[in-house]
């Protein structure tokens, strides 16, 4: 009888780091950052504190509150909910930081500058993920309904209660962006 053929050894990935942490390469705002993250680590996190980034507050750090609400691929998330080490094949991660060219009123995305001119606002705890939220409702509906901008807006809670003001601020947004576009 013959012997058994050599088995090939099965080629296996080295890597120096812990079974808990990975490289991920994070598209945000059109920029890549590489980092080495723990796989609990939230989106929020590596942004917050990895990255120095401000892009969004944590509400409620259980995904009910969406304050930390960015945008992944175009929908809105929340990055608090949302595992970095998940991350890095080349989703696009937007902020509300991405959104403007600068800080004064003229740089302001349409969006921005409807929050602030409606008084859209109070504490500011929400803003920024009603920002986004009303962002990726209007990046494919720029003539919504009073029902779609309250479903749109559903995940983000306002303790203030601003929300006349919240969609008075979307619907000027939106008859802003539609006189730039035509």
């Not at 590489?34 to 989106?43: G, P």
């Not at 959104?99 to 001119?117: N, S, V």
Request: hydrophobic residues 40%; aromatic residues 4%.
């Amino acid at each position: 009888a013959e012997p058994p053929a050599a088995v090939a050894p099965v080629a296996q990935a080295v890597s120096d780091l812990p079974p808990t942490m990975r490289r991920v390469t994070l598209n945000i705002n059109g920029k890549k950052h590489d980092v080495t993250v723990d796989v609990r680590t939230s989106l929020w996190e590596v942004m917050t504190y990895e990255l120095g980034m401000a892009g969004a507050n944590l509400g409620c750090d259980r995904a009910q509150c969406g304050a930390c609400t960015v945008l992944l691929d175009g929908r809105g998330v929340n990055s608090c909910a949302v595992l970095a080490a998940r991350l890095g094949r080349g989703q696009k991660i937007l902020t509300v930081e991405g959104l403007g060219k600068g800080y004064r009123i003229e740089d302001l995305h349409p969006i921005q500058r409807a929050f602030w001119q409606e008084g859209a606002l109070q504490c500011g705890l929400c803003t920024r993920g009603l920002i986004m939220s009303t962002y990726a409702l209007l990046s494919t509906n720029l003539s919504p309904s009073e029902d779609q901008v309250r479903d749109a807006l559903a995940g983000n809670i306002c303790r203030c209660s601003e929300y006349p003001k919240i969609y008075e601020a979307v619907f000027r947004a939106a008859d802003d962006m539609r006189k730039a576009k035509g």
